[in-house]
Nanobody, 116 residues
Framework: QVRLVESGGGLVQAGGSLRLSCAASGRTLSSYTMGWFRQAPGKERNIVAHIRWNGSPYYDDSVKGRFTISRDNGKNTVYLQMNSLKPEDTAVYYC??????????WGQGTQVTVSS
């Protein structure tokens, strides 16, 4: 059974940076797309970024130029470097992967709070 565990969230002032990590266990995920989503209170869960098996990234327009997704297949871990954080980035951030063709495996989430 695949398990995803996020870490690195916290409280930061606007303009600051955080790096989220998502460590996978139970299966090597180097062949799978990995993604980061976020969900703010009262809002839907939305994609932030994802990275394909070959390292090709995708970013939502709201984070382009500020966030960077990367992966270390040797550590079975995906990262999200978040710079120039804004209060509107405040959300629970989730790591996910597509084992069956859709986003079907999720972590428990990590809270990111950006104060103004």
């Amino acid at each position: 059974q695949v398990r995803l565990v996020e870490s690195g969230g916290g409280l930061v002032q606007a303009g600051g940076s955080l790096r989220l990590s998502c460590a996978a266990s139970g299966r090597t995920l180097s062949s799978y797309t990995m993604g980061w989503f976020r969900q703010a209170p009262g809002k839907e869960r939305n994609i932030v970024a994802h990275i394909r098996w070959n390292g090709s990234p995708y970013y939502d327009d709201s984070v382009k130029g500020r966030f960077t997704i990367s992966r270390d297949n040797g550590k079975n871990t995906v990262y999200l470097q978040m710079n120039s954080l804004k209060p509107e980035d405040t959300a629970v951030y989730y790591c996910a992967t597509k084992l069956g063709g859709s986003w079907d495996t999720w972590g428990q989430g990590t809270q990111v709070t950006v104060s103004s």
